[in-house]
Nanobody, 115 residues
Framework: QVQLVESGGGLVQAGGSLRLSCAAS????????MGWYRQAPGKQRELVAA???????NYAGSVKGRFTISKDNAKNTVNLQMDSLKPEDTAVYYC?????????WGQGTQVTVSS
C-alpha cells in the first residue's frame, strides 16, 4: 500500500506561482508511475504532468512550458512547480501513483487562481 499526501495548494493571482508537493509513504524509486492530475468543477479529472516508469515526463499541452514536475528521492516526494498561473488552472489537484499494479490517489489540494 502507498499513502500519498499533497500539500502546497492555495489562492494566487493570475501570473503567480505555486509549488505542490506529494509525499509518498514508500520509496518513490519503487513506484512505477507518479503524476499530478486535476479536476475542475463539472469537468473530468485530467493528467497535468507525470513521470512514467522509465523516467520520461509527460505534460498536458495546456501546462507545457509553465509547469515543471520534479522528484526528490531522498524525501520521497514528487513536486509540481506551477508558474504563470491562469484562472483556468483552478482545480483540485491530485497526486496519483501506480505501485505493483494498484492505483493510489491522494486526498487532493485546492488551487484557485483569481483573475
Amino acid at each position: 500500500q502507498v499513502q500519498l499526501v499533497e500539500s502546497g495548494g492555495g489562492l494566487v493571482q493570475a501570473g503567480g506561482s505555486l509549488r505542490l508537493s506529494c509525499a509518498a509513504s514508500t520509496s518513490i524509486g519503487s513506484i512505477d508511475f507518479m503524476g499530478w492530475y486535476r479536476q475542475a468543477p463539472g469537468k473530468q479529472r485530467e493528467l497535468v504532468a507525470a513521470f512514467t516508469g522509465d523516467g520520461v515526463t509527460n505534460y498536458a499541452g495546456s501546462v507545457k512550458g509553465r509547469f515543471t514536475i520534479s522528484k526528490d528521492n531522498a524525501k520521497n516526494t514528487v513536486n509540481l512547480q506551477m508558474d504563470s498561473l491562469k484562472p483556468e488552472d483552478t482545480a483540485v489537484y491530485y497526486c496519483k501513483a501506480i505501485f505493483r499494479r494498484s492505483i493510489y490517489w491522494g486526498q487532493g489540494t485546492q488551487v484557485t487562481v483569481s483573475s
